[in-house]
């Protein structure tokens, strides 16, 4: 009775508009708009194609990748946005001016957390003597991640292989080293597995996998010498990607960068994705690993070594300092009983023809295809979502609304709307939270000077994507090919409200 004169009150002040408050309540979240800023290639040399993108401090990291280009001597490419970055003056600007420079960072082995194992970079001792030379940075396909000042690189294809297109056993590179680029020394170190605590193995090598990382455990959260230090700590995740033969693959492993330990986390739940022949893609937010496919999203909740989150970390698990919470289990949360009668909450399918019928369709206002890329987006106030791009054509972009961050104005916004909702069953749908639902983003149509409109090619694959996680609501895509091969030279900067 409590939370249905709740919901009652909260409508009729929405409804009298008693309250700015209360007013803000009634405005729905989504959709959101995307505008779309051209940065100008200063450089022939980044017309890449199977690169990846890192945003650290107003510098845009570009790392490998493949060009139209001969490219004997591969490095890091770095652009230098503007100061005043995110001002009125250049939110206003149809384009962004950078510096650039390429960069070849030294192999830094002086110290214990950047030093190599042994003298070698750590292949594989069948291949080590062939590719112990190779440039860290020759590599399409690849993954990346960053924590802080630091870019962690790793799997992916050579890209001085014959055909770099084609996976083959000389050209695929093996997990057992992470590439580490230091920011703040231009500088890089070549890190290796610890094989004796890695007890489930390394994972086998891939390309096209997804790569996230979460900052714990923090420097020196455990004994010196056996665990992060303030030069490397945190953890990175990585999930699927495509094996030698070109099979996908679904497993998810984390590194932990402190002890060089991976470790093996639980298949993503069975059903979700033996319908889509694509590996989905992984993010960290918050103490919390979601996976997404075109059809299906689910998480798992991280006992991390985290002073503001101390949970019991899973038996399992006990000796990582990343685990898990709970039964460690993925947690499915779309489709849920609420998207469709036939799917039983937390995604269990109770015959085969449900299966069928429920998997066929894509979700409502969600991607109708393959997703190649996810990045959280903050829009303040607590409130974050999970962008998707697909993997062909980057103008088509979905939002999946996950939790509000707690005691927030989104997380307060939100059990209004959901106990008003629960309480007055003639309230629309558009009434709702939005909380685990998709939404399309709508593409602003701001035309160019010539009457162009100023936007990425229709057809494009393999560009890099990064969030710009110190302004939330903006990422950036760089390069790609088109439909008939050409490689882009150019980026774009693309901000939501």
């Given amino acids: 009775m409590a939370e249905a004169v709740a919901g009652f009150y909260a409508v009729e002040s929405i409804l009298e508009g008693a309250a700015v408050g209360a007013l803000a309540v009634s405005q729905q979240t989504v959709p959101l708009h995307a505008h779309f800023k051209k940065v100008s290639s200063p450089s022939a040399g980044l017309a890449l194609s199977g690169s990846t993108v890192s945003i650290i401090k107003n510098k845009i990291?570009?790392?490998?990748?493949e060009t139209l280009r001969e490219q004997e001597d591969y490095g890091v490419h770095v652009l230098s946005l503007?100061?005043?970055?995110?001002?009125?003056?250049?939110?206003?600007?149809?384009?962004?001016?950078i510096d650039y420079e390429l960069l070849k960072p030294g192999l830094e082995s002086e110290r214990r957390p950047l030093q190599l194992e042994n003298g070698q970079l750590g292949e594989h001792s069948s291949s080590r003597k062939?590719?112990?030379?190779?440039?860290?940075?020759?590599?399409?396909?690849h993954a990346a991640t960053s924590i802080e000042d630091k870019c962690y690189i790793l799997g992916g294809l050579s890209a001085t292989a014959t055909d770099s297109r084609t996976s083959n056993t000389d050209s695929i590179i093996p997990l057992n080293t992470i590439t580490v680029?230091?920011?703040?020394?231009?500088?890089?170190?070549?890190?290796q597995a610890d094989s004796t605590k890695c007890t489930e193995g390394i994972p086998e090598p891939r390309y096209s996998a997804s790569c996230t990382s979460s900052p714990y455990p923090p420097p020196m959260s455990i004994a010196a010498g056996q665990g992060p230090s303030l030069d490397l700590h945190g953890t990175v995740f990585l999930h699927g990607g495509y094996d030698v033969s070109g099979q996908p693959l679904n497993d998810t492993w984390t590194f932990d960068i402190g002890t060089r330990a991976w470790h093996k986390f639980p298949t993503t739940v069975e059903e979700a994705v033996q319908d889509d022949s694509t590996p989905g893609r992984i993010v960290y937010v918050e103490h919390r690993l979601w996976y997404l496919n075109r059809r299906t999203v689910m998480y798992l909740d991280l006992a991390e070594h985290d002073p503001e989150h101390n949970e019991a970390v899973s038996q399992d698990t006990a000796a990582l300092s990343t685990g898990r919470v709970g039964s460690g289990q993925w947690q499915v949360v779309y489709p849920s009983a609420q998207h469709d009668p036939a799917v039983p909450a937390g995604g269990a399918q109770s015959s085969d023809t449900e299966k069928q019928?429920?998997?066929?369709?894509?979700?409502?206002?969600?991607p109708s295809g393959p997703t190649e890329h996810v990045i959280p987006i903050s829009t303040g106030a607590g409130r974050t979502y999970l962008?998707?791009?697909?993997?062909?054509?980057?103008?088509?972009?979905?939002?999946?609304?996950?939790?509000?961050?707690?005691?927030?104005?989104?997380s307060i916004k939100d059990a209004v709307r959901d106990k008003a909702?629960?309480?007055?069953?003639?309230?629309?749908?558009?009434?709702?939270?939005?909380?685990?639902?998709?939404?399309?983003?709508?593409v602003v149509q701001s035309s160019m000077a010539e009457g162009e409109i100023g936007r990425p090619d229709q057809t494009l694959s393999d560009f890099a994507v990064a969030g710009m996680e110190e302004y939330g609501d903006k990422f950036v895509i760089w390069g790609g090919h088109t439909a008939d091969g050409h490689v882009e030279n150019e980026g774009w900067i693309i901000g939501l409200d």
């Fill in 181 to 191: 680029y230091d920011t703040l020394r231009t500088s890089y170190a070549v890190i």
């Fill in 357 to 366: 019928d429920t998997t066929a369709v894509p979700p409502q206002n969600g």
């Fill in 421 to 442: 909702t629960a309480a007055i069953q003639s309230l629309s749908d558009s009434w709702k939270s939005g909380k685990h639902e998709w939404s399309k983003v709508e």
């Fill in 61 to 65: 990291y570009l790392v490998g990748g």
């Fill in 130 to 141: 062939k590719q112990s030379h190779r440039s860290p940075w020759s590599r399409i396909k």
């Fill in 387 to 410: 962008l998707t791009l697909s993997a062909t054509k980057p103008q088509t972009m979905h939002l999946f609304q996950i939790p509000s961050s707690a005691k927030t104005a989104a």
């Fill in 82 to 97: 503007p100061p005043d970055f995110g001002s009125s003056r250049t939110d206003a600007a149809k384009s962004i001016d």
